[in-house]
T-cell receptor, first 114, second 113 residues
Framework: EPEVTQTPSHQVTQMGQEVILRCVPI?????FYWYRQILGQKVEFLVS????????KSEIFDDQFSVERPDGSNFTLKIRSTKLEDSAMYFC????????????FGPGTRLTVT | QKEVEQNSGPLSVPEGAIASLNCTYS??????FFWYRQYSGKSPELIMS????GDKEDGRFTAQLNKASQYVSLLIRDSQPSDSATYLC?????????????FGTGTRLTIIP
């Protein structure tokens, strides 16, 4: 069964450093999402992406964040200058966009900023 | 601002009993609803989707939707220890094709052997 994959599973970085989180959505899906979950808190929407551009972004998704689909399979989230409060689980999700809107999540990347 | 409310629990249920999880939502225009299961340290796993008023059954799980009351619930029959997890209610935005999910805080369920 197709699934969303994410790498790395855990990333430790120092404050101020850039990180890139990678996702491979399900191959025939058209809409891609990043969500974040700070430990003990709810899952929060960050950004949605369709047809090589951002569809919508939340207030969390400020100028420090960017997304890219550099090729036909990868979908990346970049944080330019990490802050302590960026420490969280980051989940990638996708939907096929052809009527069925069930979102499937990847396993997540745990980002720890020290 | 779309809101999704859940009782955070914890909810403890004896093994073999029925666990009942509830969720209310604020946007009357919402058309579809999802239940995700999340084990500690893992990602949300889709277990049920429901689009129409009434009940939808899938194995031991039954989702119930009442759009008039803006209420959706999940019943787990014959609860097993492996059902111990946090259950997240999620409602997509009403913009077709850009259906970002708004999640509730989740209900932590513990099945007692």
């Amino acid at each position: 069964e197709p699934e969303v994959t994410q790498t790395p599973s855990h990333q430790v970085t120092q404050m101020g450093q850039e990180v890139i989180l990678r996702c491979v959505p399900i191959s025939n899906h058209l809409y891609f999402y990043w969500y974040r979950q700070i430990l003990g808190q709810k899952v929060e929407f960050l950004v949605s992406f369709y047809n090589n551009e951002i569809s919508e972004k939340s207030e969390i998704f400020d100028d420090q964040f960017s997304v890219e689909r550099p090729d036909g399979s990868n979908f990346t989230l970049k944080i330019r200058s990490t802050k302590l409060e960026d420490s969280a689980m980051y989940f990638c999700a996708s939907i096929n966009g052809r009527g069925l809107n069930e979102q499937y999540f990847g396993p997540g990347t745990r980002l720890t900023v020290t | 601002q779309k809101e999704v409310e859940q009782n955070s629990g914890p909810l403890s249920v004896p093994e073999g009993a029925i666990a009942s999880l509830n969720c209310t939502y604020s946007d009357r225009g919402s058309q579809s609803f999802f239940w995700y299961r999340q084990y500690s340290g893992k990602s949300p796993e889709l277990i049920m989707s429901i689009y129409s008023n009434g009940d939808k059954e899938d194995g031991r799980f039954t989702a119930q939707l009442n759009k008039a009351s803006q209420y959706v619930s999940l019943l787990i029959r014959d609860s097993q220890p492996s059902d111990s997890a946090t259950y997240l209610c999620a409602v997509p935005s009403t913009n077709f094709g850009n259906e970002k999910l708004t999640f509730g805080t989740g209900t932590r369920l513990t099945i007692i052997p």
